[in-house]
């Protein structure tokens, strides 16, 4: 059963735009969140994280909301750049540190 | 820093042969992870060591893989008889330690192709 749910398989933006990638969640004892990102014929790399004790998290252009009661939340990518083109797989975990992955949403900046 | 190094990068075998996949972490890093990633899905998690000792294996089909991390440091993961379903991408990843907000770093993956 899949407990993160990423439903957008992919997504295409212009550059200097803003990128919002959505991530559901059903498993209310997961209180930790991540956003990997994954180049093609590359492992994962850990873009950004939050804790389920805040709403939002920022580092540069990346910012992370996530919404309890919902149990949702969404990585904003502004501006957008080519380079941000990718895979976004959204994660979560609980107690036993064991990240479980969504799909995953594949993004394409476009020039 | 080195990474997470992962060997071989491609393999292919025909079904039921064995195969094994190698795993370097990141220097000092006690905790080790092997996921599975199957086409079009997220990765999924086998098995999870702190140190040398297997924190978490209940998702490793365990009539067929196995895997183990001698002296705490790399591991080896094997299937043996492999299947047809068992074609995916297997990642590596480690973190300094187990626990909440420990950040874990993938290896490129071993991609398996089972004919």
């Known amino acids: 059963d899949q407990q993160v749910k990423q439903n957008s398989p992919s997504l295409s933006v212009q550059e200097g735009r803003i990128s919002i990638l959505n991530c559901d969640y059903t498993?209310?004892?997961?209180?930790?969140f991540l956003w990997y990102k994954k180049y093609p014929a590359e492992g994962p790399t850990f873009l950004i994280s939050i804790s389920s004790i805040k709403d939002k998290n920022e580092d540069g252009r990346f910012t992370v909301f996530l919404n309890k009661s919902a149990k949702h939340l969404s990585l904003h990518i502004v501006p957008s750049q080519p380079g941000d083109s990718a895979v976004y797989f959204c994660?979560?975990?609980?107690?036993?540190?064991?990240?479980?992955f969504g799909k995953g949403t594949s993004l394409l900046v476009t020039p | 820093e080195a990474g997470v190094a992962q060997s071989p990068r491609y393999k292919i075998i025909e079904k039921r042969q064995s195969v094994a996949f190698w795993c370097n972490p990141i220097?000092?890093?006690?905790?080790l992870y092997w996921y599975q990633q199957i086409l079009g899905q997220g990765p999924k998690l086998l098995i999870q060591?702190?140190?040398?000792?297997?924190?978490?294996d209940s998702q490793l089909p365990k009539d067929r893989f196995s895997a183990e991390r001698l002296k705490g440091v790399d591991s080896t993961l094997k299937i043996q008889p492999a299947k047809l379903e068992d074609s995916a991408v297997y990642l590596c990843?480690?973190?300094?330690?187990?626990?909440?907000?420990?950040?874990?770093?993938f290896g490129p993956g071993t991609r398996l192709l089972v004919l």
């Open positions: 220097s000092g890093h006690a905790t």
């Open positions: 498993n209310s004892m997961f209180d930790y």
């Open positions: 990843a480690s973190s300094l330690v187990a626990g909440i907000g420990e950040t874990q770093y």
């Open positions: 994660a979560a975990s609980g107690s036993g540190y064991a990240l479980n």
């Open positions: 060591f702190q140190n040398n000792g297997v924190v978490d």
